[in-house]
Nanobody
Framework: QVQLVESGGGLVQAGGSRRLSCVAL????????MGWYRQAPGKQREFVAR???????NYADSMKGRFIISRENALNTVYLQMNGLKPEDTAVYYC???????????WGQGTQVTVSS
């Protein structure tokens, strides 16, 4: 059983920064990819960024240059540093993880980020 726990959400002013964290809990974890998605009110969940265990990253175009994903593999933790936040970044941010040898993803419960103008 794998549980993903996000933290770091909250209220931030436009132009500000926020760092999200997500830790994967469970035994004998063998995590390949960890990433972030977000879902704004009334919109579909969208991809934000991901990183594999070797450090390769992918970002959604709208987040490039503002958001930075990083990992601490030994701690089964992924981070999302968000800079230059805009009101349109307001969303619930979800962490996900894919294990080696599996095509499925585990998801966290999400953490709310609200950017005020």
């Amino acid at each position: 059983q794998v549980q993903l726990v996000e933290s770091g959400g909250g209220l931030v002013q436009a132009g500000g920064s926020r760092r999200l964290s997500c830790v994967a809990l469970g035994s004998m974890l063998n995590i390949n990819i960890m990433g972030w998605y977000r879902q704004a009110p009334g919109k579909q969940r969208e991809f934000v960024a991901r990183m594999d265990s070797g450090g390769s990253t992918n970002y959604a175009d709208s987040m490039k240059g503002r958001f930075i994903i990083s990992r601490e593999n030994a701690l089964n933790t992924v981070y999302l540093q968000m800079n230059g936040l805009k009101p349109e970044d307001t969303a619930v941010y979800y962490c996900n993880a894919q294990m080696y040898g599996s095509s499925g993803y585990y998801w966290g419960q999400g953490t709310q980020v609200t950017v005020s103008s």
